[in-house]
């Protein structure tokens, strides 16, 4: 089959990004491996940034961020047995929602199928070929296992982590600047009403913990693992108990746990982003620790900058702004890694921490909630740096 843009990978990078070109008039073909059923139950993070949130608005795709979403306009950091709140809504006058990624999927494709996408479930993309002619392809089968081929006028990968589109642009498969951490994250969902008005980060000498939320009647929570942890190791109890010990001076609301998962921690920017008629967007390009809710967010970011430079493009034939995206996506992806870096140890305690190591990290988030300039420097980044220039 034959279009202008082929986008390899239907979450929320690969998704946004047909949106944004079918406003635009830019016809384009996505394919993902996976089925609509697993994209849209597929339990991912939370936190959108308001600029996220306007982004699918003004575009028409947030139909229920505002209705089954929740806006917080703050969080709270824990330690030492005591909560500080970082106030966003009064440090940077803005906030985040808590909106779960698998529902603005679910949006995102709505729409997208309302608005007659050609968007293929089951259909596994096996490499891109020839990224430096104007006519690059990708070679993938369809659901029967056929071979199927898209021959476009640019081709993206936004297919995630593991990407196949990734060789095409930096030679090979893993290539990029790497950082492993020696904890994962055990995540819960359980029935019970919230704990806390708002998401509460905690350091504590047994280890991390997030307080996160889905619902009235739903709460995600997570702790601090080693990353060979099974997650079936534990009972309900031992979970709660973990999870309790975590959060000192604050009382959980307990209740049944209907999923568990080991979610994997790193840090990822590949080599190039870039290749001739080649991008990578998204977990494609990078991978941040989940502390901090960078993900979703810094992939949508990316898609404004790729958008318009394929506007450029395709519709005026103007490849300046294709030749500046990478550096300008990497510009707001070295920030957002920092970031998430920086709150993952700040946050969470390593096996071999000594005692200077523990007393020290102390001592940063005091220097942290203690200044206004501290508060407002997490209260920026988390709420997200403005988005304004980028496309
Ligand atoms: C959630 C995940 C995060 O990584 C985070 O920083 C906040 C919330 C979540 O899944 O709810």
Redesign the pocket.
Known sequence: IRTRVAIIGAGPAGLLLSHLLGIAGIESVVIDQRSREEIETT?????LEQGTVEVLDSSGASSRVRTVGNRHDG?ELRFAGAGHRIDFADLVGRGVW?Y??HEALKDLIAVRLAKGQDLRFGVTAVRVEDAASDRPRVIATDADGAPLEIEAEFVVGADGSRSVAREAVTGSSTGGYFREYPFA?F?ILCEAPPSAEE?I?SNSPGGFA?I???SATVQ?M?FQCDPNADPNALSEEQLWEELQKRVPGTTLKEGPIFQRDVLRFRSFVAHELLNGRVALIGDAAHTV???????MNLAVADVLVLERALRALLLDNDDRLIEAFPEKALHRIWKAQHFSWW?TNMLHVAPDASDFDRLRQLGELRSVVESEAGRRFLAEA?TGWPLEGLA
Request: hydrophobic fraction near 35%; charge should be positive; avoid cysteine.
């Open positions: 339990i991912r993070a939370g936190i969080i808590l779960p990624q994250w995540g998401l980060y997030l996160s939320q889905r995600r997570y620790p989940p502390t901090g809710a960078k993900g709150m988390y």
